[in-house]
């Protein structure tokens, strides 16, 4: 597997990593707050946010984990579980005593994203034997992306769309932030051959179950 490969499948997960974190942030507090509990069980928005970053973080790094052990390097993927999962628990546990359930998670964040980079220097160096400065400047894009269209959703739910404890609003809601990051990325990237790539790959497997 290469490096266009790659970047074909980290599209495809960025695409639903941008649609993920759209809904979470916005619609988490709505849900536990007015349909499913109450306001007394709702997290703080500092909080919301880490969780929607770590969950973001965990599925744009699926790629690295699939073409790793595609290809073979399950030595190195054994060093990289184990140094992470280290990582995990010693940051989490540190943070944990000064900021609580945040420092958890943020101890979550930091060992995804050091699993990352070690898969990414392993898999560029050792089998591709390249640079891995194109990918990472895909990585840096899909960041931002996620991170802005994360931003808009909540801003147009919380200021136009949602009214409390309104079934319709809610439905719309979803819709919106369902949406709104389908829409941005397909208007962004429709023309690249990443899209293409994964129209056709989709197209393909239509026409085989057909």
Not at 98 to 111: E, F, K, M, P, Y
Not at 113 to 124: A, K
Request: hydrophobic residues 55%; positive net charge; contains cysteine.
């Amino acid at each position: 597997i290469g490096i266009r490969e790659l970047r074909q499948i980290s599209f495809l997960f960025f695409s639903i990593a941008a649609v993920v974190t759209s809904c979470l942030i916005p619609l988490m507090p709505i849900f536990v707050g007015d349909f499913w509990l109450n306001e007394s069980y709702m997290l703080n928005t500092r909080t919301e946010v880490l969780l929607s970053v770590q969950i973001a973080v965990l599925i744009i790094g699926i790629p690295l984990s699939i073409v790793m052990n595609v290809s073979g390097m399950f030595e190195k993927e054994r060093i990289v579980s184990v140094v992470t999962a280290i990582i995990n628990i010693v940051v989490s546990l540190v943070l944990a005593f000064i900021v609580g359930l945040d420092g958890v998670i943020i101890g979550t964040i930091v060992s995804l994203s050091i699993q990352m980079i070690m898969r990414l220097f392993y898999f560029f160096r050792e089998h591709l034997h390249r640079s891995a400065g194109q990918y990472i400047g895909d990585m840096l894009v899909y960041v931002l992306l996620i991170a802005i269209e994360g931003a808009i959703s909540v801003y147009l739910v919380d200021t136009w769309v949602y009214t409390p404890r309104s079934v319709t609003g809610l439905l719309l809601s979803i819709a919106l932030c369902a949406l709104l990051p389908c829409g941005i990325n397909l208007l962004l990237f429709f023309k690249t051959w990443r899209f293409k790539s994964i129209v056709e790959l989709i197209r393909i497997n239509f026409l085989k179950n057909k």
